[in-house]
């Protein structure tokens, strides 16, 4: 998935018109070749440290973990997992996270629709979550743009930082009944609209 996207730049004299760049930004699967660029990336984004297991865990994952390009230059990273609890098959994003300097160019956006699309092709996918630390107002405001909602508040979840705590967003789907429960339902509780 590639877009296109123009910036423009503002000039510094009045008098100009504001300069125009093209830039390029795509997602790229994550490699034996380029793992190292993503721990990089996760080291300078996340204020949390990833174990080896995880990384390794990753590179099995396919399209559940993706890199972010700006221009050929790796900027961002998805990194998600199908977690299968309460009866439920949720998709968790345990990272999405953009370089700071290469953020308001979509690449949050694409990574996002990116895997709202694994939850849709899927089909069996009741929602998808993840942890925010409750002070990253500008996280909390780009997940809820896309439906996503504080559920609940994990107290101590970043062991580490301050504050320590965490707000659960999560974004359901409404998924069609299957025949079994279409099947249960009685005719005396289908109205006809019309």
């Known amino acids: ?47 949390v440290l990833y174990n080896e297991k995880f990384y390794k865990d990753l590179l099995e994952s396919g399209e559940l973990c993706k890199l972010a390009y700006c221009n050929d230059i790796v900027v961002g990273t998805l990194c998600c997992r199908f977690d299968l609890s309460d009866n439920r098959r949720r998709l968790y994003i345990m990272t999405l996270g953009v370089l700071a300097k290469y953020r308001e160019l979509g690449l949050g956006t694409l990574m996002l629709k990116h895997a709202l699309k694994i939850c849709e092709d899927d089909g069996n996918v009741d929602s998808i979550y993840l942890h ?8 909390l405001s780009f997940y809820k743009k896309f439906g996503f909602e504080i559920v609940s508040k994990a107290l101590d979840y970043y062991r580490r930082l301050e504050p320590s705590d965490a707000y659960l967003l ?25």
């Open 1 to 47: 998935m590639t877009n296109i996207i123009n910036i423009e730049k503002l000039s510094d004299e009045n008098r100009k018109p504001p300069k125009t760049k093209q830039v390029k930004i795509e997602l790229g699967e994550l490699t034996q070749h380029n793992i190292k660029q993503l721990k990089v990336l996760n080291r300078d984004i996340f204020p």
């Open 132 to 139: 925010v630390q409750i002070d990253n107002y500008t996280a």
């Open 170 to 194: 999560e974004r359901k789907f409404k998924k069609p009944l299957s025949n079994e429960q279409i099947s249960t339902i009685s005719p005396s509780t289908i109205t006809n609209v019309n």
